[in-house]
């Protein structure tokens, strides 16, 4: 018998209104938002649970204002821990040992915060957790994974992308995808555009450990601890029975390169901890997890070609001291959620102004705000240059003995997002 040809395969295109790109908090935000809506709405993420590395571990009253519309903030509250206490400054422990200031959430005016707290703690695999499992209860929510986005273009007023996955290609058709695939972003890269700024020399380490910070003075929820070489920040990552903290520092240029050999990473673990760490040696903590990475103060060149758009870390990416880059990437969610449901839902008369406009605030939004502030942020902590340490004592003088400053400081923590396109 004459060997048979095999039929060729006719490609099918699966459809939905709108595809985002990368299950991260900023991706599921926006797909939950949509789903609320009964937009049909599909996420697709290159991993097949959501991402269990270190990263962000506070939200602050900007967020959980949004957090609230959604119908999250309750969830997120019991999982997490809120901050009641404040945030301390302080030196290394090896070092001077001294508390420097400290934001008192007692003190703060009342009647200025909506929330009797600067933030609630969680790790961000555990609030992703939260809008997935809030997601899940909608029909017109779907989430594929193990699909990589290896492409896209728009052809006739549509969207088309493609992925790769267990059973091979799989092909898309949608009127908007979103790229929420971080700072790396396959999307951006797609549509050729330009990732503008530069990468910090130093590299930052990420640390989970159970440690009992609090039981020692100096120590609190929060703590930032100031110095040219040893600098960090100690901060819960959830409830305090859990017992576990975030511990992140920076490593110098000469270093950085090493942190991919494991053993030099946990060697260089441990030798933060002797500098950074209170309470009586040896040590007894336990290391739950360590990731090295480079930090970027980077912003895209466009955040929208056409009907492909770009929030949260694919859109710009920051140094993580402060914890602006979620919070960013959170807002950019909240406010194109906001633009594609007028779209989709109420028939906008002018999708494209509308969209641009969103392009437009929110990548001003990081450049004048979340960009520069992020970069005082890490110069704070670490700089020795003669201004920046009298910046840095003029704010600690005011944080200590000026109750107009700290009412300040209460009247920015709980600001709403000023455009969130929501009329």
């Known amino acids: 018998m004459a060997p048979t040809t095999p039929a060729a395969t006719q490609t099918f295109y699966e459809h939905h209104s709108v595809i985002i790109v990368g299950a991260g908090p900023s991706g599921l935000f926006l797909a939950l938002k949509l789903a609320q809506e009964g937009i049909d709405v599909l996420v697709l993420e290159a991993e097949n649970e959501i991402s269990q590395s270190p990263r962000a571990t506070t939200y602050v009253p900007i967020v959980l204002h949004e957090f609230e519309k959604a119908g999250i903030y309750e969830d997120v509250a019991v999982a997490g821990h809120c901050n009641d206490k404040g945030i301390i400054f302080r030196t ?12 008192k959430v007692a003190l703060m005016p009342k009647g200025v915060a909506k929330y009797e707290h600067t933030g609630i703690h969680l790790g961000q695999h555990q609030l992703a957790a939260i809008i997935l499992d809030h997601a899940q209860k909608h029909p017109s929510f779907s989430i594929g994974w193990g699909q990589r986005f290896s492409g896209c273009r ?3 007023g549509k969207v088309e992308a493609v992925s790769s996955g267990p059973n091979g290609e799989q092909w898309f ?3 908007y995808l979103i790229g929420a695939d971080g700072a790396s972003s396959t999307v951006r890269k797609t549509l050729c555009i330009p990732f503008e700024g530069f990468t910090w020399k130093d590299r930052f380490v990420a640390s989970n450990v159970y440690y009992d910070f609090e039981k020692y003075e100096g120590y609190s929820t929060a703590t930032m601890i100031f ?5 960090g920040v ?10 576990l903290w975030r511990v992140a520092f920076g490593v110098t240029e000469e270093e950085s390169a090493s942190l991919d050999d494991p053993e030099f990473l946990l060697k260089k673990v441990q030798e933060k901890y002797e ?4 309470g009586p040696r040896p040590l007894q903590y336990e290391l739950q997890s360590a990731n090295p990475y480079w930090a970027h103060q980077r912003v895209a060149r466009e955040f929208r070609r056409g009907r492909v758009i770009l929030c949260g870390d694919s859109a710009h990416s920051n140094n993580p001291i402060g914890g ?3 919070t960013t990437g959170l807002l950019d969610a909240a406010s194109l959620g906001n633009c594609l449901i007028r779209i989709i839902s109420k028939g906008e008369s002018n999708p494209d102004c509308l969209l641009q406009q969103y392009a437009d605030v929110r990548r001003k939004a990081f450049i004048d705000y979340t960009n520069p502030t992020s970069i005082a942020n890490k110069h704070r902590l670490m700089s020795d240059e003669p201004e920046e340490v009298k910046r840095r004592d003029q704010f600690f003088a005011k944080v200590n003995g000026d109750p107009e400053f700290l009412r300040e400081m209460a009247h920015q923590m709980n600001e709403v997002l000023e455009d969130n396109f929501e009329n």
């Open 154 to 156: 728009e052809v006739d």
């Open 275 to 278: 500098i950074l760490f209170p």
């Open 324 to 326: 602006l880059g979620l």
């Open 173 to 175: 058709r949608c009127d």
């Open 234 to 243: 100690i901060a819960r990552t959830g409830k305090p029975k859990e017992g």
């Open 92 to 103: 290394p422990h090896s070092s001077t040992n001294e508390v420097l200031a400290t934001v």
């Open 227 to 231: 110095d040219k070489n040893n600098w």
